[in-house]
Antibody, heavy 119, light 106 residues
Framework: EVQLEQSGAEVKKPGQSLKISCRGS????????IAWVRQMPGKGLEWMGI????????RYNPSFKGQVTISVDTSINAAYLQWNSLRVSDTAKYYC????????????WGQGTLVTVSS | SYELTQAPSVSVSPGQTASISCSGD??????VCWYQQRPGQSPVVVMY???KRPSGIPERFSGSNSGNTATLTISGTQPMDEADYYC?????????FGGGTKLTVL
């Protein structure tokens, strides 16, 4: 079974750094793009960016470029989403999802990581 | 940047047909997929490539895409279908989500 397992909830203060993870299993991890999606409290889905584990090719939504870093470690089948300096407005649930098929739908999704940034 | 527009909410009575629309410029020239998100859960794809149902998704779900509008139709809507629904397309290397439609079954 294809699965994405995300790291646990985080509570941070503004200005702190954070790296959350997404580990894939049940498929050839390096062959499928992995996306990160933000969902702010009570709001919709926002695509942040995507990484291809095979060669670490990374694409960002212009709205998030420079705000976060997406990376991958194929030795442990993990993708990462990283912040150098968190803001209160980064409070959200973050999902990873595998891009599937020729025309790129997202399936499956991880369970989400809730990030709370508060002073 | 490309935008997909959805109505914030749709209501339907149990057993009736629900239509959830997603509009965007020349959307019919792109492939659209749809996600269902129940409260507290991760999104699940219910339709891909406009009109293809993943395995495990009930036949009452169907999709279409033409012109500037894609539509997700749920025939014989059941209470368990109450959820938020999001459309998504690529433009061309950026994924774009619609704002989401809350389907209420009452």
């Amino acid at each position: 079974e294809v699965q994405l397992e995300q790291s646990g909830a985080e509570v941070k203060k503004p200005g702190q750094s954070l790296k959350i993870s997404c580990r894939g299993s049940g498929y050839i991890f390096r062959n499928y793009w992995i996306a990160w999606v933000r969902q702010m409290p009570g709001k919709g889905l926002e695509w942040m960016g995507i990484v291809y584990p095979g060669d670490s090719d990374t694409r960002y939504n212009p709205s998030f470029k420079g705000q976060v870093t997406i990376s991958v470690d194929t030795s442990i089948n993990a993708a990462y989403l990283q912040w150098n300096s968190l803001r209160v407005s980064d409070t959200a649930k973050y999902y990873c999802a595998t891009r599937t098929g020729d025309h790129g739908w997202f399936d499956p999704w991880g369970q989400g990581t809730l990030v709370t940034v508060s002073s | 940047s490309y935008e997909l527009t959805q109505a914030p909410s749709v209501s339907v009575s149990p057993g009736q047909t629900a239509s959830i629309s997603c509009s965007g410029d020349q959307l019919g020239e792109k492939y659209v997929c749809w996600y269902q998100q129940r409260p507290g859960q991760s999104p699940v794809v219910v339709m891909y490539e406009d009109d293809k149902r993943p395995s495990g998704i009930p036949e009452r779900f169907s999709g279409s895409n033409s012109g500037n509008t894609a539509t997700l139709t749920i025939s014989g809507t059941q209470p368990m279908d109450e959820a938020d629904y999001y459309c998504q397309a690529w433009d061309p290397t950026t994924a774009v989500f619609g704002g989401g439609t809350k389907l209420t079954v009452l």
